[in-house]
């Protein structure tokens, strides 16, 4: 029977196939290495098929493990899914089913005791320490949607021998490649393993600690380019811990995201779908709440040298206008898009309304009702076209005052968080 006592000790017990097996592989990579540099020329076709393997295993753990299982951001083809899953089991990262299990709690309660890998408990414990303890039992209902796959159900039950299987083929594909069976192993197994496992780790551990913070500083993550190149787009977690639901993590067209890409992609050829976006306007607001957020702070510190209640009112003025116009323009474009795709549906229904009739009536009544059609059709057209002229305008309206208040915006937010302590005291607020 489990005691209290019980309960603490196994919170605190070892993970031995972890330590194991982590450990080991490290180990048999620091011996090994050396020794086959020492003996081998690295030829190019190890390098390229190696660094293939590198790229499908962080992809497959980016776009499969955590944006289509765990977050459930789009859906793809079944073919794509096999494809997902068998690079993933090679980089060697547990089962669909504990991965996105620990990574939905880590999001629920990010930063606190539950979170699994919580970066307020320093770089080491978030990056890898947190693996070497033994985790509490999965709990099915975090990953009900996952849990009933038997797909997923087999990976997970069969995982150990997949992952060895999946590692072996892997292994035997580059002996192939190269006709060089150590350097396939030492490089193309060992050393990407540990490539890709540290990668993967840093968005635990880096990109809790090292970047910017321009959506929330409600959490530790953080936007960290160098980290997206590592990890094929995963970089941007500070967009991903406020918006964890987009498919996007890099929702910027030019931030580094090739996995949005890839998945945007497979769209455009009917191979994935339900790409789920977090909208323009929402993400513009949340920027405004973060940028107020920081003004104020800066204003609190500065309390002794600037008249903080001018500037206080200042700032939450200009936030509460450009949110409203936000919030109005967002209204506004949902509406005029709402009308258009309704106008067009009436058009359309209406039109094979009067087409099935006119089936059926007389021949001679065929023009009269034609002629009746098109008149009310061209009213109705002529009527849609008036209101969506006039929605058109709304919105054309809001847009340019949104564009204007942000400007302002971005210029107060530059003068308040940039400007020199004692030059800011002698600005009118
Ligand atoms: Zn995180
Ligand atoms: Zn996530």
């Not at 098929?49 to 951001?73: K, P, Q, S």
């Not at 997949?162 to 192939?176: H, K, S, Y």
């Not at 840093?202 to 190149?229: C, D, K, R």
Request: hydrophobic share 45%.
């Amino acid at each position: 029977m489990p005691t209290a006592s019980n309960e603490t000790t196994r919170s605190w017990s070892i993970d031995w196939t972890n330590v194991l097996f982590l450990g080991g592989y490290h180990l048999l990579l620091l011996a090994l290495l050396p020794v086959y540099l020492i003996q081998h020329d690295v030829s190019a076709s190890l390098v390229w098929g190696t660094a293939a393997i590198w790229t499908l295993c962080l992809l497959a753990i980016t776009m499969g493990y955590h944006r289509l299982y765990a977050h459930v951001t789009y859906r793809v083809h079944p073919a794509i899914e096999m494809f997902l899953t068998f690079w993933g089991t090679v980089a060697t990262q547990g089962s669909i089913f504990s991965w996105s299990h620990d990574h939905r709690i880590h999001h629920r309660h990010v930063d606190t005791d539950l979170d699994p890998y919580s970066a307020p408990k320093g770089f080491w414990h978030s990056h890898v320490i947190w693996m070497l303890k033994k985790r509490p039992e999965i709990n099915p209902r975090i990953i009900q949607d996952l849990w009933k796959r038997p797909s997923l159900q087999f990976q997970h039950a069969n995982y150990a021998i997949l992952m060895v299987a999946a590692n072996g083929i892997v292994w035997a594909g580059l002996w192939a490649v190269t006709g060089d069976p150590f350097g396939a192993f030492v490089i193309g197994i060992l050393l990407r393993m540990f490539l890709v496992h540290h990668c993967t780790w840093f968005i635990n551990s880096l990109a809790h600690m090292w970047g910017s913070q321009p959506y929330s500083t409600e959490h530790t993550a953080v936007n960290n380019f160098i980290l997206s190149i590592l990890t094929f787009g995963e970089g941007y977690h500070n967009y991903h811990h406020t918006f964890a639901g987009d498919y996007r993590n890099g929702v910027r067209w030019w931030q580094f995201d090739p996995a949005k890409i890839v998945i945007w992609s497979l769209s455009k050829i009917g191979l994935a779908h339900d790409l789920k976006r977090v909208n323009k306007l929402t993400i513009k607001r949340r920027l405004v709440a973060a940028d107020r957020h920081l003004m104020m702070e800066r204003i609190e510190e500065l309390k002794h040298r600037i008249d903080v209640e001018a500037w206080s009112t200042r700032v939450e003025e200009a936030a509460a206008s450009l949110t409203a116009n936000l919030n109005g323009l967002k209204t506004a474009t949902d509406k005029f898009q709402r009308m258009k795709d309704e106008g067009f549906e009436q058009l359309r229904s209406a039109k094979d309304d009067k087409v099935n009739e006119m089936r059926v009536a007389r021949d001679a009544k065929l023009q009269e009702m034609r002629n009746a059609r098109d008149g009310k059709l061209q009213l109705m057209r002529e009527r849609r076209d008036e209101e969506l002229e006039l929605m058109q305008k709304r919105v054309e309206e809001l847009k340019a005052t949104v564009a204007e208040e942000m400007k302002e915006w971005k210029e107060m937010v530059t003068l308040v968080l940039e400007t020199p302590e004692s030059r800011l005291a002698s600005v009118p607020a």
